[in-house]
């Protein structure tokens, strides 16, 4: 049975792999602009030498992604695929942590169904729309519920009574690392520190506040998680001591208590989250397919029953503590969500909560299959003249359960690569055109001069040796053409322009003209300042040739 359980998980892993990095060098259909901000700076890092806890540009991002997106072009290049790959990394091993975390939180309550809870939470994680398209655009976020999963697993592993005092230790060492390692991760992650009452008052129930200071002392191995917590996060507390004004981030844009009225926002906010996950998703294509709700319908009504179960399961003394658990789990997860006043329902704020969403269904179609094995168990113990028949029922229900997690795994895959990834709403979502352009821009010679009019909005990013700043949108193009810098702009032969600049224009013998966005007003007037421009037919650019 070990040996299957092996095969399976290895099968689940494949299909997580898969899901995530087949065909990343174009799909998603375009780099968007916060993700080539990762890029630019990753190539930043690389050229200064210099990696930075924090990086203060686009409203300011933990600075972990972004030096480890530096590492992986240093080895692979600077490659639309290598610049989504450490998302693609994280989103598979969160597949692999979710097996080990619901392992370990059933393997006391549920000893004979650990396993199987464990392999269908991986299983429904791994074939998740939302987890697989976060997994795969190349935001930092998707870090959080990695950094969760295998922080509670070593936590909840310092709890066992049948583990030396090395291995608990070691257990409690990784976890703190791997716990203050996501405060690297997303802004949203700052909460999830609350969750840590629960485990303390299971470790209370377990020893009280015996044998402290000796062998087999729990509250030590909490103290030690804590501790190296404190340790991982130092140098980004540090950071934000010194510059205050970073710690909040967009919080405070988009905060709830920034409407005219709060309470009635937040009411509103937190109905539109709850039915993210049965009735209506995420409507921006960027995260989700606009509007589907967040989970398949199967996995939504098992993840509902979960709800149910483990509510019941609040009373019981054996089982309360993991329930109570993976509820607060997904309570604290969705309230950075509920209290922002931006893009409600917010598939990406809510990417916390992905764990325990399927864990919670994973149990639920556990106890269904086990509780139908254990049903034609006992018909076959009442009635064996039904023998032959129930054999039958049972290998019918296998075939049944192989069909479901077949069309599980396909129905990821069609809504992903076929219904979403080609839908001309995502590739507007995903600045395709501006992908489009970069790429095309990058096979011109250096020695044309190419002006990009940058006529689209957004925060203003400076722009590394010069004393100008434009807005977020130009980072696709410079990440895609290598002129990131003003010293790789002028070994391009590149100039970023805003539109009220176009007068800069001095097109002498041979150049390219082109705007992020079509503005029919904004060409003529550039036509107007330079009339031997003509446009051309097979790119659509403004081209200059004399």
Same mark, same amino acid.
């Given at each position: 049975?070990?040996?299957?359980?092996i095969?399976?998980?290895?099968l689940i892993?494949?299909i997580a792999?898969f899901?995530?990095?087949f065909?990343?060098?174009?799909?998603?259909p375009?780099v968007?602009?916060?993700?080539?901000m990762?890029?630019?700076n990753?190539?930043y890092?690389?050229d200064?030498g210099?990696?930075?806890?924090?990086?203060?540009?686009n409203?300011?991002r933990e600075?972990?992604?972004?030096v480890l997106?530096?590492?992986?072009m240093s080895?692979?290049?600077q490659?639309?695929w290598?610049?989504?790959?450490p998302s693609?990394?994280?989103?598979i091993?969160t597949?692999?942590g979710t097996?080990l975390?619901?392992k370990e939180?059933f393997?006391e309550?549920h000893k004979?169904k650990a396993?199987?809870?464990?392999?269908?939470?991986a299983?429904?994680?791994?074939?998740?729309?939302w987890?697989?398209?976060?997994?795969r655009i190349?935001f930092?976020?998707?870090?959080?519920?990695?950094?969760?999963?295998?922080?509670?697993?070593f936590l909840?592993?310092?709890l066992?009574k049948?583990?030396?005092?090395?291995?608990?230790?070691?257990?409690?060492?990784?976890?703190?690392?791997?716990?203050?390692g996501g405060?690297?991760?997303?802004?949203a992650y700052?909460?999830?520190?609350?969750?840590?009452?629960i485990?303390a008052?299971?470790?209370?129930?377990i020893?009280?506040?015996?044998n402290i200071g000796?062998k087999?002392?729990i509250?030590?191995?909490?103290a030690?998680?804590?501790?190296f917590?404190f340790?991982?996060v130092?140098p %980004?507390?540090m950071?934000?001591l010194?510059h205050?004004?970073?710690?909040?981030?967009r919080?405070?844009?988009?905060?709830?208590?920034?409407t005219?009225?709060?309470l009635?926002?937040?009411t509103?906010n937190t109905?539109q989250?709850?039915g993210?996950?049965?009735?209506?998703g995420d409507t921006?294509?960027?995260h989700?397919?606009?509007?589907a709700?967040?989970?398949?319908?199967?996995?939504?009504?098992l993840f509902?029953l979960?709800?149910?179960?483990h509510?019941?399961s609040?009373?019981?003394?054996?089982y309360?503590?993991?329930?109570?658990?993976?509820?607060g789990?997904?309570a604290l997860g969705?309230?950075?969500v509920?209290?922002?006043?931006?893009?409600i329902?917010h598939? %990406?704020?809510a990417l916390?909560?992905?764990p325990?969403?399927m864990i919670?269904a994973?149990h639920a179609?556990?106890?269904i299959?086990?509780?139908?094995?254990d049903w034609l168990?006992?018909k076959?113990?009442?009635?064996?003249?039904s023998?032959?028949?129930?054999?039958?029922?049972q290998k019918?229900?296998?075939?049944?359960?192989?069909?479901?997690l077949?069309a599980g795994?396909?129905q990821?895959?069609n809504?992903?690569?076929i219904r979403?990834?080609y839908?001309?709403e995502?590739?507007?979502?995903?600045?395709?055109?501006?992908t489009? /352009?970069?790429?095309?821009?990058?096979?011109?010679?250096n020695e044309?001069?190419?002006?990009?009019i940058?006529?689209a909005g957004?925060?203003?990013?400076?722009?590394?040796?010069s004393t100008?700043?434009i807005?977020?949108?130009?980072q696709?193009?410079m990440?895609?053409?290598d002129?990131?810098?003003?010293?790789?702009?002028?070994?391009k032969?590149?100039?970023y322009l805003?539109p009220e600049?176009?007068? /800069? /224009?001095t097109c002498?013998d041979?150049c390219?003209?082109?705007m992020l966005?079509r503005?029919?007003?904004l060409?003529?007037?550039?036509r107007?300042?330079?009339?031997?421009?003509?446009?051309s037919?097979?790119?659509?650019y403004?081209i200059l040739?004399k």
């Amino acid at each position: 049975m070990r040996k299957i359980h092996i095969v399976l998980l290895l099968l689940i892993l494949g299909i997580a792999v898969f899901l995530r990095v087949f065909n990343l060098q174009d799909i998603p259909p375009g780099v968007y602009p916060d993700v080539a901000m990762n890029g630019n700076n990753a190539l930043y890092t690389l050229d200064t030498g210099t990696p930075e806890v924090f990086y203060p540009e686009n409203n300011g991002r933990e600075g972990l992604f972004i030096v480890l997106l530096a590492w992986l072009m240093s080895i692979f290049g600077q490659d639309i695929w290598v610049l989504r790959l450490p998302s693609a990394l994280f989103g598979i091993l969160t597949v692999f942590g979710t097996y080990l975390l619901t392992k370990e939180l059933f393997r006391e309550t549920h000893k004979d169904k650990a396993e199987v809870i464990a392999l269908l939470a991986a299983f429904f994680i791994a074939t998740s729309f939302w987890h697989i398209n976060f997994s795969r655009i190349g935001f930092r976020a998707i870090m959080a519920p990695f950094f969760l999963t295998f922080g509670f697993y070593f936590l909840w592993l310092t709890l066992r009574k049948d583990i030396s005092a090395t291995k608990r230790i070691l257990a409690a060492t990784l976890g703190g690392v791997f716990f203050g390692g996501g405060f690297y991760s997303y802004i949203a992650y700052r909460v999830m520190p609350l969750l840590l009452i629960i485990p303390a008052v299971r470790m209370w129930q377990i020893q009280g506040f015996k044998n402290i200071g000796k062998k087999g002392c729990i509250w030590c191995s909490f103290a030690l998680f804590l501790f190296f917590s404190f340790v991982a996060v130092v140098p %980004l507390g540090m950071y934000f001591l010194e510059h205050p004004a970073d710690f909040l981030g967009r919080t405070a844009q988009i905060s709830v208590f920034d409407t005219p009225s709060p309470l009635k926002t937040l009411t509103t906010n937190t109905i539109q989250t709850l039915g993210m996950f049965w009735f209506s998703g995420d409507t921006n294509w960027r995260h989700n397919f606009s509007g589907a709700p967040q989970l398949w319908f199967p996995v939504g009504i098992l993840f509902a029953l979960g709800i149910l179960v483990h509510v019941s399961s609040l009373r019981k003394k054996k089982y309360w503590h993991t329930s109570l658990f993976l509820l607060g789990w997904i309570a604290l997860g969705l309230l950075p969500v509920i209290f922002s006043n931006e893009g409600i329902p917010h598939a %990406l704020r809510a990417l916390l909560v992905i764990p325990p969403v399927m864990i919670l269904a994973a149990h639920a179609f556990s106890s269904i299959i086990h509780g139908t094995a254990d049903w034609l168990a006992t018909k076959e113990h009442y009635a064996p003249q039904s023998k032959k028949q129930l054999k039958r029922i049972q290998k019918e229900l296998l075939v049944l359960l192989f069909v479901f997690l077949v069309a599980g795994a396909s129905q990821a895959y069609n809504q992903y690569f076929i219904r979403w990834a080609y839908h001309p709403e995502t590739y507007n979502a995903s600045s395709g055109n501006y992908t489009g /352009l970069g790429i095309w821009l990058a096979q011109q010679p250096n020695e044309i001069k190419k002006y990009i009019i940058i006529n689209a909005g957004g925060t203003p990013v400076h722009i590394p040796g010069s004393t100008e700043s434009i807005p977020m949108p130009s980072q696709t193009i410079m990440f895609l053409t290598d002129s990131w810098s003003a010293d790789k702009q002028k070994e391009k032969n590149i100039v970023y322009l805003l539109p009220e600049k176009i007068e /800069l /224009l001095t097109c002498s013998d041979h150049c390219i003209v082109a705007m992020l966005e079509r503005d029919e007003m904004l060409r003529f007037r550039i036509r107007e300042h330079i009339p031997e421009l003509h446009l051309s037919p097979e790119t659509g650019y403004l081209i200059l040739q004399k």
